[in-house]
């Protein structure tokens, strides 16, 4: 039975017991649920079970905090600070390794480059071949960085700086007029980059996000293994980070010509 508060303390909460033990419990597939999608696109190293056990404290602290007043549905509450509690676990065990961060920067300046001298989205044979490798190592290597996700997309490692932005694309709890303002604008753009990738990028988008499928299922509609819709997925995601990455240095070349005038 899960009884205690997320801080393992006692509170005084808005709701009898019997009726928050009641909310844990129907909840609780939405944890297992949530924590599956998430787990779908990480190395098989991180334990599945890890990322219930913060799932389920995202549960806990939604029904502690939840006040029905504020007219909002818990379980549309709830799976937000379901989702958070699992990624901020997944910051803090810092599950991905330098090197993979490093290669994936790589193929993110493979794409850049490509794409300015094609003057179009480069296949993933022109991809290898740029970084000097077989079609099957650049798959391969795709699987590895799988856990790429557009919730958050992050321009090459897990630290923001100026040269390495970090844009979440989600809606906090509470957002400021200016953050609703550049949150809207930062999906509009990701919106049109989105376009520019090929039919089958845009379709296992589309079911995974949109429709909210598994990857097994996405493969099952599009007639290819789990494994490659995980490929072409981390491939998308690069491909918008790519473009995000420009877009911030373009952005910071136009503060940078303000500030001379």
């Known amino acids: ?26 909840n609780l597939p939405e944890v297992r649920y949530i924590a599956r999608r998430i787990h779908d696109r990480l190395p098989s190293h991180v334990p599945f079970d890890d990322l219930v056990h913060a799932g389920i404290l995202g549960l806990i602290d939604a029904v502690d905090k ?10 549309s509450y709830a799976r937000f600070r379901i989702r958070g ?10 599950w991905s390794p330098r090197a993979l961060r490093r290669q994936a920067r790589k193929i993110e300046e493979a794409q850049r480059e490509l794409a300015s001298t094609l003057g ?11 970084l000097d490798m077989k079609l ?20 090459g490692s897990s630290e923001e700086s100026p040269e390495n932005p970090h844009v979440s694309v989600t809606a906090k709890e509470e957002e400021s007029p200016f953050e609703q ?22 379709h296992v988008l589309g079911l995974y ?9 996405v493969g099952l509609i599009l007639d290819i293994g789990e494994s490659r819709v995980s490929q072409i997925h981390t491939a998308a995601i690069l491909r918008l980070r790519a473009r995000l990455r420009e877009r911030f240095q373009a952005q910071q070349r136009a503060m940078q010509d303000t500030k001379v005038v």
């Open 85 to 94: 509690a699992i990624l901020d676990s997944l910051r803090q065990m810092d």
């Open 1 to 26: 039975m899960v009884t205690t508060t997320a801080k393992g303390e006692e509170r005084e909460g808005k709701l009898d017991p019997m009726e928050r033990e009641r909310l844990l419990q129907e």
């Open 181 to 202: 303002y550049s949150r809207t604008e930062m999906r509009a753009f990701l919106a049109g980059a989105i376009e520019e990738l090929d039919e089958k990028e845009r």
């Open 120 to 130: 179009r989205a480069a296949t993933e044979t022109e991809i290898a071949a740029h």
């Open 66 to 75: 939840y006040d029905p007043a504020r007219n909002v549905q818990l379980k």
């Open 136 to 155: 099957e190592e650049y798959q391969q290597l795709l699987g590895d960085l799988r856990g790429l996700d557009l919730g958050s997309l992050q321009a």
């Open 209 to 217: 996000y949109l429709e909210e499928l598994t990857m097994k299922e």
